[in-house]
């Protein structure tokens, strides 16, 4: 694939503010070589998630520990509706191809709307997304995703079945009845994650940014391991030799 992807869309209004989302997708054995003690917990922050995000950012973050067969990409017009929101044209930089480790996107967009960035892997190894680490408004923080509540409390990452996000493609339904209830966007940044219903293949992840007022940068580690109770064998015909 080329180091850049135009997507077609109406251009932006005269108001409109360039963002950046920065994105790479790791091993949870490597993500947890970076974080220190209590860096753990759901939404902490601290030296050591500083330390891996200047990692990625001078690209001294190990390529063997990184997965490169889920990239970022904009939301399909169906998706974005699904999630409350239009497309937007972006262009797209693979990590690596620049000095820092990250796939970045770069858009300009309206503030006070929102996009909406997908992540599908294209390989089952690396199945389950176990954490990720967000970085909106303030410093980077882990998250673990969570089952929707229905209780009123908000996350900023949560997990939902993945046909069941399918099932309102092109409907503004999942949006209006479920996310904008539930989605913690005060950081300016919140994920959901479509755990795959066949647990043989890898989960995909909806990233919603909400806009700000000024130019933003944006940064999402995905963290990524097998599922548990997926026999490796059922994955690998001979000779696959999946990592």
Do not use: C
């Not at 647990?199 to 000024?214: G, I, K, M, R, S």
Request: charged share 20%; no cysteine; hydrophobic share 40%.
């Amino acid at each position: 694939m080329g180091m850049s992807l135009l997507l077609e869309s109406a251009a932006p209004s005269g108001s409109a503010v360039e963002y950046r989302l920065q994105v790479v997708s790791v091993y949870s054995e490597s993500f947890a070589a970076f974080l220190q003690r209590g860096e753990y917990a759901d939404g902490a922050s601290g030296p050591g998630l500083d330390r891996l995000e200047a990692s990625l950012d001078r690209g001294q973050f190990p390529p063997g520990a990184r997965l490169y067969d889920r990239t970022v990409e904009a939301a399909g017009l169906s998706t974005a509706r699904a999630f409350g929101a239009g497309t937007v044209p972006a262009r797209i930089v693979r990590g690596g191809a620049l000095e820092s480790a990250w796939d970045e996107v770069r858009w300009e967009g309206k503030p006070g709307e929102h996009s909406i960035w997908v992540i599908s892997p294209s390989t089952p190894r690396h199945q389950e997304l176990y954490r990720t680490a967000l970085k909106g408004v303030g410093p980077l923080r882990q998250f673990q995703p969570y089952a929707l509540r229905p209780n009123g409390v908000r996350l900023a990452v949560t997990s939902l079945p993945l046909n069941f996000l399918w099932s309102f493609e092109g409907s503004e339904a999942l949006w209006d009845k479920y996310l904008s209830r539930s989605l913690d966007l005060q950081s300016g940044i919140a994920a959901v994650v479509g755990a795959n219903h066949n647990p043989l293949f890898a989960d995909h992840v909806f990233l919603v940014l909400p806009q700000a007022e000024a130019p933003t940068t944006y940064k999402v580690v995905l963290v990524w391991r097998r599922r548990p109770g997926v026999d490796r064998g059922a994955l690998e015909g001979p000779g696959d030799g999946l990592r």
